[in-house]
């Protein structure tokens, strides 16, 4: 669909997208001229982490693991006077004269501060959105749970001081939210009941196995768990009951905001015509590509017949984990063998089910370990299974996307040489400030990207059905590009945009709905193909001015960390 960055997309500074790394101590960049960088860089990182403290456990600082993000009006308007103090801070440094890596990094800070200044003043998100109220309780829990980073019992200590803490997050969304749009609260109601699954069962087995004998700890853990559970069920009929009769509001940003955000947190910065024209002629080419490449597999069919063919092949609902798990291996072979991308580490991800809290429009995603993690260094590789409450066709629906040749492009996008290649390299980032602020145009641009160049590079043999999923997946994403930039500036409405996913980028409609609705809450999902033309349009530049070959320039780029690629562009073409 597939959010493959639904975990991720949780936590602005990207955290869990490129985890890994074998020191928190920051060094500044020798040759620095301005040496009070380092240290303004080491306070607004301590100062984020101090308003969200389930980001720094996320990070891998675990000193903050028995602290819960605080939701109330008054933090949030204290979080908005502290950015702006760092903006007025950051805006007094004398750029010329701070070395080069400083200067892109206090470049990257810029926007960043700006991005989350937009999100917090001007959009006010957290007034119209219930989804982060709803989300935040699981997610704070199950990143002590999922990582053995320190003992179990140890962990379990933490877990109940977040749980003692999580009916305040509840209170919070009363007092906050007011008048959202339906999507965002239907969102929020999906989040709240796989939240109650999440206390209810796989933390309350957890924790039996984490107390050992330790009885009365055991006992405490329940203590804190109960109140939690009655108050995310009551929290969910709230929404249900309260929230969801009032919700009309509007999710369109409208121009200027939209074209902010993408500005901000991309370093793109385009007209709204310029950027429309650009995703509608990539629309165009690749639907051209797919029409091409499905007359080459049955000319007797239509295009959806054709990709209704590549679906018919895909696992029972028990084997779906399983399946994905058994298909990683083809893919990294292929990576090594073939000199793509230099693979600096044996290890694999764990594929497992996506956390029932985390499943609203995920289909499948990448959860590594936080940058400053120094012995957990598991990474999950969450796939949705199908929900016990689905209707059979919508079963149907939801495994058909899993067919055997989509899959492998996912295991691309996802692992090899996708999301974890990426990952591996957060040791290699040359700064603090690049081992935790996270671009989505060049994180997820960079994973899409490789789709493409992989098969370009003769993945899958020249199978034409290797390709046509390929297609269908460059045609999704060039739909989100569509679709988002109308939803929030051309009045499109989400039942429109989903009808132009299954008209253009040959989605069964439950997953197409889910696709669209996205795009209200995730408003420039365009960079995907926004990223991954920039990407093909920097590696054509960086070969034809420095040579090489490409595994050469992949080597360069990786190695950058996830920085809007306006800036990598000026470090690899300097």
């Known amino acids: ?304 017949e054709v990709m209704k063919l590549l679906s018919d092949e895909h696992p029972a609902a028990d084997d779906l984990i399983p399946f994905v798990g058994r298909s990683l291996e083809e893919i990294r072979r292929f990576v090594v063998e073939h000199g793509i991308v230099t693979v600096p580490s044996e290890v694999r991800p764990i594929v497992e089910e996506t956390p029932s809290f985390a499943r609203s429009g995920s289909f499948a995603s990448m959860d590594t370990p936080g940058p400053f993690e120094k012995k957990a260094t598991e990474a999950y590789y969450y796939v949705t299974p199908v929900e016990k409450d689905w209707d059979a066709k919508h079963k149907e629906e939801h495994l058909r996307l899993y067919n055997r040749h989509v899959v492998a492009m996912i295991d691309v996008h996802e692992a090899f040489p996708g999301h974890y290649l990426q990952f591996l390299y957060a040791p290699r980032f040359p700064t603090k400030t690049r081992k935790l602020v996270h671009s989505s145009s060049n994180a997820e641009g960079w994973a899409h990207y490789t789709e493409q160049m992989m098969v370009d590079q003769g993945f899958g043999g020249g199978d034409p059905k290797i390709r046509l999923a390929q297609l269908q997946e460059a045609l999704l994403r060039d739909c989100r590009y569509v679709v988002g930039v109308k939803l929030h500036t051309k009045g499109m409405t989400v039942e429109e945009g989903a009808q132009v996913l299954v008209e253009k980028a040959f989605q069964e409609r439950a997953n197409a709905y889910e696709e669209a609705r996205r795009g209200a809450f995730n408003p420039t999902y365009l960079y995907y193909t926004l990223g991954k033309l920039e990407i093909q349009q920097l590696r054509d530049e960086y070969l034809a001015k420095r040579g090489g070959d490409l595994k050469g320039f992949h080597d360069a780029f990786v190695v950058q960390g996830a920085l809007p690629i306006p800036l990598v562009r000026r470090i690899l073409l300097r």
């Open 1 to 304: 669909m597939i959010n493959r960055c639904a975990m991720r997309s949780k936590l602005w500074l990207g955290s869990l997208v490129l985890g890994l790394s074998l020191s928190c101590a920051h060094r500044p960049p020798s040759g620095s001229t301005d040496q009070s960088f380092s240290p303004f860089v080491d306070e607004f990182f301590d100062s984020q982490f101090a308003f969200h403290p389930v980001m720094a456990t996320h990070a891998g600082l675990h000193q903050y693991d028995t602290q819960l993000d605080d939701l109330s009006r008054g933090r949030h308007e204290a979080e908005i006077a502290e950015l702006k103090e760092f903006l007025l801070r950051l805006q007094t440094f004398d750029r010329s004269k701070l070395s080069f890596d400083d200067s892109i990094d206090a470049e990257a800070l810029e926007g960043r501060i700006r991005g989350r200044l937009l999100e917090l003043e001007v959009l006010r998100t957290w007034e119209r959105n219930p989804m982060q109220y709803a989300s935040l309780p699981g997610r704070s829990v199950h990143v002590l749970i999922s990582r053995n980073f320190a003992p179990a019992p140890e962990r379990l200590r933490s877990v109940i001081a977040r749980l003692k803490a999580i009916p305040t997050i509840y209170q919070a969304a009363r007092a906050n939210i007011g008048t959202p749009p339906k999507e965002f609260t239907d969102l929020a109601i999906r989040m709240s009941k796989g939240a109650q699954g999440f206390f209810d069962r796989k933390l309350s087995q957890w924790a039996r196995d984490a107390a050992g004998n330790d009885a009365a700890l055991l006992v405490e853990f329940e203590a804190a768990r109960r109140p939690v559970v009655a108050a995310t069920v009551e929290f969910g009929h709230w929404l249900e009951k309260e929230l969801l009769p009032r919700s009309a509001g509007a999710y369109a940003l409208g121009e200027a905001n939209f074209l902010a955000k993408l500005k901000y947190d991309e370093g793109v910065q385009l007209s709204l015509g310029d950027l429309l024209a650009k995703g509608e002629a990539q629309l165009a080419k690749d639907y051209a590509a797919f029409v091409e490449t499905a007359k080459k597999i049955d000319s007797t069919k239509s295009p959806a």
